[in-house]
């Protein structure tokens, strides 16, 4: 498996630069880091007193890397979980905080496993998460990234300013969509035509 460093590499990658869309509840945001995830970290990087879209430009690539290594890996614990389910989670820890953990523990409750659903990676999902991968070594993953799919779905059924995220507007699968389809085994992926099928009640 790629090492963490490799992982938040891709993710920043993945993410791309300053961004600052008036539909994303995030704001101002450069490579996947938002504005206000810097102002939780006091992150004042031209020390001005504020933290403001300034600072999010002064973000550097390197900087985001570290972040999401210290707070979006090594803080929820996702070293903790099975190693096949690390890099999907860490994806989606970026792009949803604590929901990405959620979505993790809904679908071990669906496995068979007695948990809380709190979004926090303690001793008990720890524990269901490896019974789980134990069950099921060869699904698991694709099972999270489907779920994860679901859920982004579900998203932008109850927010319309989202649904230009999940479906582009030629009617095919939107970053989210790809996104989650990045950890899911091909077979797996849904046909343009189930995408369309799926999404066609946004009109």
Same mark, same amino acid.
């Given at each position: ?46 020390? @001005?007193? %504020?933290?403001?879209?300034? @600072? ?37 820890? %970026? ?22 659903? @709190? ?30 799919? @679901? ?53």
């Amino acid at each position: 498996m790629r090492n963490v460093r490799q992982l938040a590499e891709e993710i920043v990658a993945r993410e791309g630069g300053y961004v600052n869309d008036p539909d994303d509840p995030g704001g101002a945001t450069n490579f996947g880091i938002t504005i206000h995830t810097m102002r939780r970290l006091g992150l004042d990087l031209n020390g @001005d007193g %504020v933290i403001d879209t300034a @600072d999010v430009r002064a973000l550097t690539r390197a900087q985001a890397v570290d972040i999401f290594i210290r707070h979006y890996f090594e803080g929820p614990r996702i070293a903790a979980l099975p190693e096949m389910l690390q890099p999907s989670v860490f994806d989606m820890y %970026v792009n949803a905080g604590s929901n990405a953990v959620r979505i993790l523990q809904r679908l071990l409750v669906q496995m068979g496993q007695d948990i809380v659903v @709190d979004g926090a990676i303690g001793p008990q999902t720890i524990r269901a998460a490896h019974a789980a991968a134990a069950a099921a070594p060869s699904h698991i993953a694709d099972a999270y990234g489907i779920a994860r799919r @679901d859920y982004y779905y579900a998203l932008a059924d109850g927010r319309p300013a989202s649904r230009k995220y999940a479906r582009r507007r030629d009617g095919g699968k939107g970053g989210w969509i790809v996104r989650a389809e990045e950890f899911i085994a091909p077979r797996y992926h849904l046909t343009l035509a189930q995408h369309r099928e799926r999404t066609a009640a946004w009109g």
